[in-house]
């Protein structure tokens, strides 16, 4: 049931207009043609993606993970393709300090199950020491699969903050895909929904109407203090640990003054 508003044309301070339903209907429905061409498109790009060539790369490289050094081919658990996320890390860092970006991406994809099923496996990679990530992936409550590519070349190592897409026939394997800045978003859902939302994500950079509450940087909101204001520090740990009873922040990486940049700029 809905309401008709006794003015119509008194929009509340620093909001849309208020109208019946019938006339925010239409707006909607002229909105929704737009929304479907985007979709179209996005159709187009993800096609021409799959046409994109391929790099063949040394399959044999080793990794380090839980059980020691692997070889790359290891991570695709016997299936044919692979995505990665390539985690940025920032040496002796505390936990809290670590980049902003790469652990909201990280923590959207705990579970590659829905992958898995469709003959795709999912790692993380990071350039961190194997003994600090190990701490970290433990701090956080990660359940994927991750690895320490420290001193390998790309496209296996080389720049952090990339999701990228790997094929394996046989023993060959191939780069076929990889993606930074605002192209990993795919895997955050939490920024889809908030793109949904009247506020959206309460970035400084989105286009909102007069009077809207002001931005802010980007993944300002990761971690926080304990009554939830955002901040770094040694008070501070990443948002999802607040939901874990007991989880504290651990400072015994040092250097406590460094903060990381978002990979979502």
């Known amino acids: 049931m809905t309401t008709t508003p006794s003015d119509p044309t008194a929009a509340l301070p620093g909001r849309p207009p208020v109208v019946d339903l019938a006339t925010w209907q239409t707006a909607r429905d002229e909105l929704l043609v737009r929304e479907k061409a985007h979709t179209h498109e ?46 940025m890390w920032y040496d002796g860092a505390p936990h809290q300090g670590q980049c902003e970006g790469c652990t909201t991406t990280a923590w959207h994809l705990k579970d590659a199950v829905y992958l898995n099923a469709r003959g795709v496996s999912f790692a993380i990679l990071t350039t961190g020491r194997w003994d600090e990530v190990a701490s970290y992936v433990e701090f956080m409550g990660y359940t994927q699969p991750w690895y320490s590519v420290r001193d390998v070349h790309a496209p296996v190592g080389g720049p952090m903050g990339y999701l990228t897409c790997f094929l394996r026939d046989g023993d060959r394997v191939f780069l076929t895909y990889s993606t930074t800045g605002r192209g990993n978003e795919r895997v955050n859902g939490s920024l889809g929904l908030l793109d949904m939302t009247p506020y959206g994500r309460g970035e400084a950079w989105e286009d909102n109407p007069e009077g809207w509450p002001q931005g802010r940087g980007p993944c300002w909101s990761w971690r926080s203090d304990a009554d939830g204001n955002a901040t770094w520090g040694p008070t501070s740990r990443p948002v999802p640990q607040w939901t874990r009873p007991g989880a504290t922040p651990v400072e015994t990486l040092g250097r406590h003054g460094h903060q990381g940049l978002s990979g979502l700029e």
């Open 42 to 87: 996005g159709d187009a790009l993800a096609a021409a993606r799959r046409r994109l060539p391929m790099v063949e790369l040394d399959g044999t490289v080793e990794v380090v993970g839980p059980d020691g050094p692997v070889p790359f081919l290891d991570l695709f658990q016997g299936r044919d393709e692979l995505v990665v996320y390539k985690h």
